[in-house]
């Protein structure tokens, strides 16, 4: 059921002016892509075929939605590697997002796997392309939590209900979190994310100030629902609360109503609201450490989808090489690379973000 709340779109500046016209929840093209919502959310039906388990790790966070991976399958090993025409060169110039990606691809995998009895053994395997290896064998089953957790999770970019989330919640997403090379801050006191809203708006502020920044976004933003299921990929507008439109009626919409002021505007509301704030480092700056930052990530957010707790990241700090530095000073670990900033809290779900089919990402 898709579900799209009015506190949730009155969050955006290009659906305070577009969204009452529209009526939330009655998009054109609903029917369709909730049916496609139903097929792409099924768990595996039966006996995990390295094809449906590539299916799941296809449904991890990735930057921008632009699955930027490539899976090969042996007799029991699926190796993932980078798709570079998914590059996104602006806002990822070293393909940290694209690694961090593989890393929650690589974990959703794992997960399904073990749930279903199998027993991984993930290798990266370091080059020119880095690339990741998952043998398969036979095992125990082991729980199924976090697994049943991954047609659900999602990046929920709306507006959280302010409530706090308990410390046993938190220490159970920490716990959910560890991985040796990964270190992960928790922040909620107020005026701890009073700060980080700083540098989310110098941040944010940076990129909307950059015209490759915005056209590069544009260029992945699908307004219809017919081109977000044509596509399987792309931030499609009802999945962050805003109106879905004609191409190009959204065209149009977001050359006018993008603006640096809004966006500074719904972020402001977004922290505002939100319970917490996690910033996750890795030990090294490289494409290993990336993946490891991602598989502890995704079984954070996969923990927290368990426990009816959404998050949705707020990269901007680290995106933007002038503020970078400055964050990483404040956060008390000057030498460090903050890899990922992520808001969490309570919320109604937004649509869930489609994936292309497996035939398009199997090699
Ligand atoms: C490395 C990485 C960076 C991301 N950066 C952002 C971001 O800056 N802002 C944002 O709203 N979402 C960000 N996301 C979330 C993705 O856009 C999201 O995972 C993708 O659109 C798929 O949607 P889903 O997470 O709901 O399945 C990021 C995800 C990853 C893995």
């Known amino acids: 059921m898709v579900t799209i709340s009015r506190r949730t779109a009155i969050a955006s500046g290009l659906t305070v002016a577009a969204g009452g016209a529209l009526g939330y929840g009655l998009w054109p093209g609903l029917d369709a892509y909730e049916q496609e919502v139903e097929r792409q959310r099924k768990l595996i039906a039966s006996e995990p075929t390295l094809v449906e388990l590539v299916r799941m790790a296809s449904l991890a966070a990735n930057g921008h939605n632009s699955q930027p991976w490539m899976f090969h399958l042996d007799a029991q ?19 940290h997002h694209l690694y961090v990606s593989l890393g929650c691809a690589a974990e959703n995998l794992v997960i399904a796997a073990a749930a279903l009895g199998r027993r991984p053994d993930l290798a990266i395997r370091p080059g020119a392309e880095t690339s990741i290896d998952i043998a398969l064998a036979p095992g125990p089953s082991t729980g199924d939590t976090l697994y049943r957790a991954i047609p659900h999770r999602q990046s929920t970019r709306s507006v959280f209900d302010g409530r706090p989330v308990s410390s046993e919640d938190i220490k159970l997403l920490e716990a959910a979190a560890k991985e040796e090379g990964v270190t992960l801050l928790v922040f909620t006191e107020p005026s701890d994310l009073n700060d980080i809203l700083e540098f989310v708006v110098d941040g944010n502020s940076a990129q909307m100030d950059d015209p490759a920044f915005v056209a590069e976004l544009r260029h992945w933003i699908r307004f219809s629902s017919s081109t977000a299921i044509e596509t399987g990929d792309g931030l499609f507008s009802a999945c962050a609360g805003n109106p879905v439109l004609p191409e190009w009626a ?12 809004t966006e500074n505007e719904k972020y402001r509301d977004h922290i505002r609201s939100s319970a917490g704030v996690a910033v996750f480092f890795g030990a090294k700056e490289d494409p290993e450490h990336w993946i490891k930052v991602g598989r502890s990530f995704e079984r954070f957010a996969l923990q927290a989808t368990a426990l009816g707790i959404r998050t949705a990241h707020l990269n901007q700090p680290i995106e933007v090489l002038s503020v970078r530095p400055g964050f990483a000073r404040w956060l008390g670990m000057p030498d460090a690379r903050p890899d990922l900033v992520v808001r969490f809290g309570r919320a109604p779900a937004l649509p869930m973000s489609l994936r292309r089919s497996v035939d398009a990402i199997i090699m």
């Open 77 to 95: 090993t699926v190796s993932i590697r980078p798709d570079v025409s998914r590059r996104t060169q602006v806002v990822d110039p070293d393909d």
């Open 250 to 261: 959204g065209g149009m919409l977001f050359e006018a109503l993008f603006t640096k002021e």
